[in-house]
């Protein structure tokens, strides 16, 4: 072996000179010497197509032309689903919000409501104390025939009153505990992240019409499907689609959330525009019955 490689290492070839030249007639190639590694022209003329640098074809040019375009495409869907998203979180919120609008809608009746009894009060002893004013200047003599009538009367008034009251409260606390409700049941769904399906299928996407596959089964169905369509050397094309695949997911599961939500609210929103109108003619009366009331005070100086 020794000897093999000293003969190796001292081997040289050249081309055999021809007549008529100084090369004997022969093109310039490479020759060999000392360990064989071949020596060329520097004129790159003759070097092999093995050693030249790589021109792109145009099948190979139009094949880049078309990768940075999906890659450009799967970027702007990305960036779609987290915008998306986001829009989806601040509407969860309005709607949690909105749900709880009621509630107060109701403690705002219900103060309505009592200022509106505390004006007619005001209005009726307004008008007895316009009555007891012109009495110190004019000799007043009440009828005994109807005095007890008048009692009973201004008692029944007073019962009628708190009566009203008393079935005010009661649908006011009944109306608030239906508003709780429909809010619990809204938080609920918000804040269930596992709920999928938006045909009315089971969390794990089986039934309904339009539902969503589970995480599971949409992670093995990608990672199957996705090398027929993956581009070679794209090292961050799995990652880019296993986000856009978790986005559309959960976009699917926020907008079944939405759905839901938007039926509860649909009541709550009616219940709250019957509010808001009760609560404007409250305050017209209590208006009303003010301007009574100043009016007395008025005649009385």
Do not use: C, W
């Not at 009726?124 to 012109?134: A, D, G, I, V, Y």
């Not at 009367?153 to 608030?176: G, N, T, Y």
């Not at 009760?278 to 019955?289: E, G, L, T």
């Amino acid at each position: 072996m020794s000897n093999y490689n000293n003969y190796n290492n001292n081997y040289s070839y050249s081309r055999p000179q021809g007549p008529g030249s100084s090369n004997g007639g022969y093109s310039n190639g490479p020759s060999y010497s000392g360990a064989g590694t071949p020596n060329y022209p520097n004129n790159g003329t003759n070097i092999p197509n093995s050693y030249r640098q790589h021109e792109p074809t145009e099948e190979e040019e139009e094949f880049d032309i078309i990768r940075s375009k999906i890659m450009e495409t799967k970027q702007e869907s990305l960036a779609s689903t987290r915008k998306t998203l986001g829009v989806l979180a601040e509407t969860e919120d309005k709607a949690a919000r909105t749900m709880e609008q009621l509630a107060q809608l109701n403690r705002a009746e219900l103060n309505m409501d009592i200022i509106e009894n505390t004006a007619a009060v005001a209005t009726e002893s307004s008008s007895k104390l316009r009555t007891l004013n012109k009495s110190i200047f004019h000799i007043h003599i009440g009828n005994p025939f109807t005095r007890k009538k008048r009692r009973q009367e201004e008692l029944e008034r007073k019962q009628l009153q708190l009566e009203h009251e008393r079935k005010v409260k009661e649908e006011m606390l009944r109306k608030d505990q239906e508003s709780r409700k429909r809010v619990e049941d809204s938080a609920k769904v918000l804040a269930n992240s596992e709920l999928m399906g938006a045909g009315g299928g089971d969390p794990n996407g089986n039934g309904g019409s339009g539902g969503l596959i589970s995480n599971k089964y949409r992670s093995k169905l990608s990672q199957a499907e996705r090398g027929r369509y993956t581009l070679q050397g794209d090292n961050e094309d799995p990652q880019v689609e296993d986000e856009i695949d978790g986005n559309l997911n959960m976009i699917g599961q926020s907008v079944n959330r939405l759905r839901q939500v938007a039926m509860n609210m649909n009541e709550e929103l009616d219940q709250q525009n019957q509010a808001v109108s009760r609560i404007s003619n409250q305050a017209n009366s209590a208006h009303a019955q003010i301007g009574i009331a100043q009016f007395h005070l008025n005649k009385i100086k």
